[in-house]
């Protein structure tokens, strides 16, 4: 089992940022791509961005794009997600999630543990 929690949310004006963070427990947080995804209020939950476990290669939805950064510190269990330049359309409960040995998932069902979730909410 691996254990994800989320922290970092907040509500922050249009073209502020954020730094969330999500911590990993129980399995060798090196062996896991992580992924970060999100979920506004009558929406699928979509993919935001992922590292692979290997490599560290980093991957983002459009949206995401030259406005968010994904990072990952092995020796603190711990993956980031930067978030610059927010837009209101950036609102959502945002999730961490863990993919054994993934080295490019995007789907939810690719990705095999995850966390309880955080809000972020930017307001106009």
């Known amino acids: 089992q691996v254990q994800l929690v989320e922290t970092g949310g907040g509500l922050v004006q249009a073209g502020g940022s954020l730094r969330l963070s999500c911590v990993a427990s129980g399995r060798t947080f090196s062996n896991y791509a992580m992924g970060w995804f999100r979920q506004a209020p009558g929406k699928e939950r979509e993919f935001v961005a992922g590292?692979?476990?290997?490599?560290?290669?980093?991957y983002y939805a459009d949206s995401a794009k030259d406005r968010f950064s994904i990072i990952r510190d092995n020796g603190r269990n711990t993956v980031f997600l930067q978030m610059n330049s927010l837009k209101p359309g950036d609102t959502a409960v945002y999730y961490c999630?863990?993919?054994?040995?993934?080295?490019?998932?995007?789907?939810?069902?690719?990705?095999?543990?995850w966390g309880q979730g955080t809000q972020v909410t930017v307001s106009s």
């Open positions: 999630a863990a993919a054994f040995q993934g080295l490019g998932p995007v789907r939810t069902d690719e990705y095999d543990y």
């Open positions: 590292i692979s476990w290997i490599g560290g290669n980093t």
